[in-house]
């Protein structure tokens, strides 16, 4: 089993936007794999806080 890991909100909003990086493959890895990914409450907020569509915001608060 993987160590958890703990993705910053770029990381995040990298992943939700579609934007390759390292950073996203390892945490796309983990999502697939059910590895241990930490969210931290200011994390979920500030990643909330920065869509501005309704519908995408209820998709996104919800797979969080």
């Given at each position: 089993?993987?160590e958890?890991?703990?993705?910053?909100?770029?990381?995040?909003?990298n992943f939700?936007n579609g934007?390759?990086?390292?950073e996203?493959?390892?945490?796309?890895?983990?999502i697939q794999?059910?590895?241990?990914?930490?969210?931290?409450?200011v994390i979920?907020?500030?990643?909330?806080?920065?869509?501005?569509?309704?519908?995408?915001?209820?998709?996104?608060?919800?797979?969080?």
């Amino acid at each position: 089993m993987n160590e958890p890991i703990l993705a910053d909100t770029s990381v995040w909003i990298n992943f939700f936007n579609g934007t390759e990086s390292p950073e996203v493959k390892v945490l796309t890895d983990y999502i697939q794999n059910d590895y241990p990914v930490y969210l931290w409450p200011v994390i979920i907020q500030e990643i909330l806080q920065g869509i501005a569509d309704e519908d995408h915001f209820h998709d996104i608060k919800e797979y969080l």
